[in-house]
């Protein structure tokens, strides 16, 4: 039996979650990366333009023929340890969850086998999702909003998954900010990140060391969350 203290919880890398609309600027954050010489991204859709400035090591998903395959190399690889990556982002993960409905649609092509296909989709979604939480490194992993309405027809950003693992997406994450970008009447764009929830936005902040708004910034981000 092994006793560890929760002083060390840390150690285990902080796992992160971005939530924003599409063009927010949740790709161009990478650029505020703490040390892009040590970071990954795991690339699912083929648009790191944004983030061009910073040199990033880059698997790219999209290229693979078989993208499930890779994706389980890839998190292999980053649990055997060995190498010099500290930080993965995978961008993004509602690319990824739809690439795993892809599969079960081809496995399950007639509609009288709808619930097996569902059956399997969120057995992966929740493997895939456990895999990258345990992952002993800093995860992030981007997700595209949008705007549904509940059952009292009020306007709230949802997370764009398909399937019931887009409720349980925020209970395997320490830290669930969402990325805003509003426009002023210049037309200037102010982007900043919300850490704690509201009626309208899906937000959580387990460190208890950020304030509700902080800046789009992530060496900011987890300097702060360590305490530094």
């Known amino acids: 039996m092994i006793i560890t203290n929760t002083s060390t919880v840390i150690d285990s890398g902080i796992k992160a979650m ?87 649609e081809k496995k399950y092509p007639d509609p009288k086998n709808s619930m097996q296909k569902w059956g399997e989709y969120n057995k992966l979604t929740t493997w895939v999702i456990k895999l990258v939480r345990d992952l002993p490194i800093n995860v992030i992993m981007n997700f595209i909003s949008n705007i549904e309405k509940d059952e009292n027809n009020r306007r709230y950003n949802a997370i764009t998954v398909s399937g019931s693992i887009s409720n349980r997406l925020p209970q395997y994450f320490d830290e669930v900010f969402f990325l805003h970008a509003d426009r002023d009447d210049k037309g200037n764009v102010k982007r900043y990140v919300q850490t704690q929830s509201t009626d309208q936005v899906i937000a959580k902040d387990r460190s208890d060391k950020l304030d509700m708004y902080e800046a789009n910034n992530w060496a900011h981000l987890f300097k702060k969350i360590r305490g530094m």
């Open 18 to 104: 971005l939530i924003a609309p599409p063009g927010s600027g949740k790709t161009y954050m990478l650029n505020t990366l703490e040390d892009p010489t040590t970071s990954l991204i795991f690339d699912t859709e083929g648009g790191l333009l944004p983030a061009r400035k910073t040199p990033i090591d880059v698997v790219n998903i999209s290229r693979e023929h078989d993208k499930m395959k890779t994706f389980s190399e890839v998190c292999s690889f980053l649990q055997k340890g060995g190498h010099k990556y500290t930080t993965v982002i995978f961008d993004s993960g509602t690319e990824l969850f739809s690439i795993l409905l892809d599969h079960c």
